[in-house]
């Protein structure tokens, strides 16, 4: 079984750049000579991923609220240090049950190019020609920053991707460039409705949705924070 964190270092810049600069921080131009075979993890799923910028303030926030309303229900006197306390342990619920909702739901994500498969977790794999719909996510994170999600979608699974997370990293080499290929031999495409049976207005119907062109795009090259999204997004 392939491990990205086990893969050798690529040679160097594939697309015929000699920037030292541009090798070394493009992930796109570190892509690895030739795909790895087996199986291969995507990027690393952390239990902290969901929880990104604001979200774990509001959680906490929404928990004093609920914390005071307790105690004017009790009829009790309110105590900051015995409020503070609960809201904590509230909060750290909270992120515990939602985390494990959150993995349940779309866990750590694998593909398979030899066999054209994809699986997330230990579910059962499904082929790349069953992956239909994308849908690009964002969270605001920090002053001015935001994470990057691909969501795939077939009939019988749910896979998501962080292209950007919280810390601005992306994908690495290998897990950029397997992405990349599979998206390209999926069936990815706009919907369409009964209205638009052409697709031409899929962005204004469908918002979130991309092409698989943008979705390859996306992958090898995740916008920052401030570059602009796929005008489909």
Do not use: C
Not at 40 to 63: N, Y
Not at 103 to 113: F, M, Y
Not at 120 to 138: N, W
Not at 172 to 197: G, K, W, Y
Request: glycine share 8%.
């Amino acid at each position: 079984m392939s491990d990205p964190d086990d893969a050798p270092a690529p040679p160097g810049d594939p697309t015929g750049s000699t920037d030292p600069e541009t090798v070394e921080h493009d992930p796109a131009t570190r892509a690895p000579a030739e795909l790895p075979h087996g199986w291969v993890r995507i990027g690393e799923r952390r239990w902290w991923s969901t929880w990104v910028g604001a979200t774990t303030a509001f959680a906490f926030l929404a928990a004093i609220q609920g914390v005071s309303f307790f105690f004017r229900i009790a009829e009790a006197t309110f105590r900051w240090d015995l409020a503070l306390l609960i809201a904590i342990g509230v909060t750290v619920g909270i992120v515990a049950v939602i985390t494990l909702i959150r993995n349940a739901l779309a866990p750590q994500p694998w593909v398979d190019l030899d066999s054209g498969q994809l699986r997330a977790g230990t579910r059962r794999p499904i082929p790349l020609t069953q992956v239909d719909r994308a849908v690009l996510t964002t969270a605001p994170v920090g002053t001015g920053g935001r994470v990057l999600v691909l969501r795939l979608t077939a009939k019988e699974a749910r896979l998501e991707f962080i292209l950007r997370d919280r810390q601005d990293a992306t994908l690495d080499p290998t897990s950029t460039a397997v992405l990349a290929e599979a998206l390209r031999r999926s069936s990815v495409a706009l919907p369409t409705s009964i209205h638009d049976p052409t697709g031409r207005f899929a962005r204004y119907n469908f918002p979130g949705h991309i092409g698989r062109d943008d979705a390859v795009a996306l992958v090898e090259h995740p916008p920052a924070a401030g570059e602009p999204l796929p005008a489909a997004w």
